[in-house]
Nanobody, 123 residues
Framework: QLAQSGGGSVQAGGSLTLSCVGS????????LGWFRQAPGRQRDFVAG????????DYIDAVKGRFTISRDNSKNTLYLQMNSLKPDDTAVYYC??????????????????WGQGTQVTVPT
């Protein structure tokens, strides 16, 4: 199970932090990711992080603005979002990759999702 917190509405240029707490599984065994879904669109990859946190992956649109991190001692995944833009408006989901899956950027590679949290950056 993944339980999300954070999100909300912030003016352009502002910052938000999302958190995602895992339970019922060995957190440090899994690649984790953040996805987002805008109205009428599919769930798109935003950022991913390896099991130990030693490597990260970002889409170009958020590089330099968003930071994904994890604290395995707290079973918690984070997404720090800075310099937010209206295009970042979406429901954000944390996900746990399926064991044996290879492409961390594909939503079908994930078997467990958080409940989603709305991030709104008004124009």
């Amino acid at each position: 199970q993944l339980a999300q917190s954070g999100g909300g509405s912030v003016q352009a240029g502002g910052s938000l932090t999302l958190s995602c707490v895992g339970s019922g599984f060995t957190f440090e065994w899994y690649y984790l990711g953040w996805f987002r879904q805008a109205p009428g669109r599919q769930r798109d990859f935003v950022a991913g992080i390896t099991e130990t946190g030693d490597a990260t992956d970002y889409i170009d649109a958020v590089k330099g603005r968003f930071t994904i991190s994890r604290d395995n001692s707290k079973n918690t995944l984070y997404l720090q979002m800075n310099s937010l833009k209206p295009d970042d408006t979406a429901v954000y989901y944390c996900g746990r990759q399926l064991r044996g899956a290879h492409d961390g950027r594909l939503a079908v590679s994930y078997g467990t999702w958080g409940q989603g949290t709305q991030v709104t950056v008004p124009t």
